[in-house]
Each structure stands twice: as structure tokens, then as C-alpha cells.
């Protein structure tokens, strides 16, 4: 029995190239602003920042791997890409499982990190989808 697993044939109306490039783009903006925040926040003492410096950074190196990637037609290194994205979203849904749980954690803020982790998900389809298309 042969699993047959849907993909997107397009990003929007960009072509999926085009789509993972931009992805891959406005993620690397956001990386470098929250490691410019995260900077921000261990230079004024806030030392619990550390951990976010780390993993922001680790996503900038993830967000260069997904356009290099795509520009090279890289299968390799799209899925490093792809391998980290799934990552991300499992944290987020824990998150997302953590703040429902807790009383006083408001739902608004649940249901943003569920539509976080919802886009997250589509983006990696998009780019999965993309690795699929990749010439050999």
C-alpha cells in the first residue's frame, strides 16, 4: 500500500520557488529582529534571555539554509530547513497545550500561538512541496 501524500502545486500566486524564497526571507527578517531583541535583553540584564539568543540565532543559520537552499537547489540542505520547521511547531503546539491548560494565561494569547504554529505549518508545506519539485 502506497501512501500518497498531498502537495501544494503553488505559493499565493507565486510559483513554490518563488513562495520559499520569500518564506525563507521574511523568517530571516524576524530571526534577525528577535536576536536584536534577545541582544537587547541580555544587555540590560535580563540574563533569562540567553536562551532565546541561542535559538535565534540557530534559526537565522536555519532561514540562510532554506535560500541558499532554494537558490543551489540544495534537496539537503531545504530539509535542514524543513527538519528544523517541524521542530519549531511541535514546541509551539506544546506552548500552545502548556497555556490552555494554565488558568491565567488569557485565550487571546493561546490563540495566537495556535495561529503561529497553523502558519508555521502551512509554510512548511509550502517549502516541503518545493523539495518535492527539486530537479535531482
Not at 501524500?5 to 520569500?22: H, M
Not at 529582529?33 to 540565532?57: K, R
Not at 500552545?96 to 495556535?114: G, Y
Request: contains cysteine; proline residues 1%; hydrophobic residues 60%.
Amino acid at each position: 500500500m502506497v501512501l500518497e501524500v498531498s502537495l501544494a502545486k503553488r505559493c499565493c500566486c507565486f510559483s513554490l520557488r518563488t513562495g520559499s524564497l520569500i518564506i525563507g526571507s521574511i523568517y530571516l527578517v524576524l530571526g534577525l529582529l528577535t536576536t536584536a531583541t534577545a541582544i537587547g535583553f541580555v544587555s540590560i540584564g535580563y540574563h533569562d534571555s540567553w536562551a532565546l539568543l541561542l535559538v535565534s540565532l540557530a534559526m537565522v543559520g536555519f532561514n540562510i539554509s532554506l535560500i541558499a537552499g532554494v537558490v543551489r537547489s540544495s534537496y539537503v540542505a531545504v530539509m535542514f530547513w524543513v527538519l528544523a520547521s517541524l521542530v519549531a511547531i511541535e514546541a509551539n503546539l506544546i506552548f500552545v497545550v502548556r497555556d490552555a491548560i494554565q488558568l491565567s494565561v488569557p485565550v487571546l494569547v493561546v490563540c495566537i500561538r495556535l495561529s503561529v504554529a497553523l502558519l508555521q505549518a502551512f509554510t512548511t508545506a509550502v517549502v516541503r512541496s518545493f523539495s518535492v519539485t527539486m530537479p535531482s
